[in-house]
């Protein structure tokens, strides 16, 4: 039987797997058209810090480091459920206490959540903000307890116990978003799921790590998935058109073989990006940036 300390080091094991991984989520950008209400909502209910700002964007992130930006166009037109584009933005917590601890400070502040998931891999929680961009909160599961069938991990989305989870923060209480939190992944809204995996595995690299009902999951270094994609609200859509609120930009922190590999298999479809990267859309019109780190 797994003690608490045998799960505790797994847990530590996993994160630093996850900062190895050969691809991971590294800043994610958002096209708001009030910006500070949206800025206002990801301090105040996400404990999110302001790092820097000016020039139409503010930028968000947890000691010292940048998670999320946020660009300012009040002539954007409001981004469809039905589009193709951002499902929701995932923030890791390191633990099952912090998770704990943000939902029992949600519950007294009144966040309105949108769901709640045990995803076997994982206890997730979901709200929007104010522009209707989803939002995920959720902490691992040890990697130990993972469970395998056919070379695929198992998820599923199953309900959770919500007092259980809130009684896991035992005397922690809930004040900003960890140092060592991040964006664990990224699920998209796609038009084709066939064409999604050509995309993201054959093309930017990820391993399929599991197949869903409407979805499959991408990761990278043995995680759950580091990005998603579904057509449970999209499918059939086509390529993005026109300024829209949404996901703006997703960058991926990859490490420097995956960047070659990526510049040679999209030679025709890529653009440089600074720092040395590259910048490819998939095939909805989603900007993808792959920055070597």
Known sequence: MATAASLTA???????????????????ALIVRDIEAVSGFYRSVLGLQVVES???????????????????????????????GLFHTAFLLPGREELGAWLAFAAREGVQL?????????????????????????????????????GMIEMTSDPLDLNDLMAAARTRAWSAFPE?????HVHLQVGDIAAAEAFYGDVLGFDITCRYRGASFHGSGGYHHQLATNVWNSRGAAERAGRTTGLGELELVVH????ETV???????????????????????????????
């Open 114 to 150: 949108t769901g709640a998931a045990d995803h076997l891999v994982s206890e997730a929680v979901y709200l929007r903000d104010p522009e209707g961009n989803g939002i995920e909160i959720y902490a691992d599961r040890p990697r130990a307890a993972w469970r395998r069938t056919g």
């Open 263 to 293: 510049r040679a298999r999209t030679a025709s479809g890529m653009r440089e990006a600074a720092p040395p990267g590259l910048s490819v859309q998939d095939p909805w019109g989603t900007l993808i940036t792959l920055r070597s780190g």
């Open 10 to 28: 797994s847990a530590d094991d996993l994160d630093l797997a996850l900062q190895a991984a050969p691809h991971r989520i590294g800043e994610v």
């Open 54 to 84: 000016g020039r139409g964007k503010i930028r968000l992130g947890a000691g010292g480091s940048v998670l999320l930006e946020l660009r300012h166009d009040p002539d954007a037109r409001l981004h469809s459920r039905r589009e193709a």
């Open 180 to 184: 060592d939190g991040v964006i664990g």
């Open 256 to 259: 420097h073989e995956v960047l």
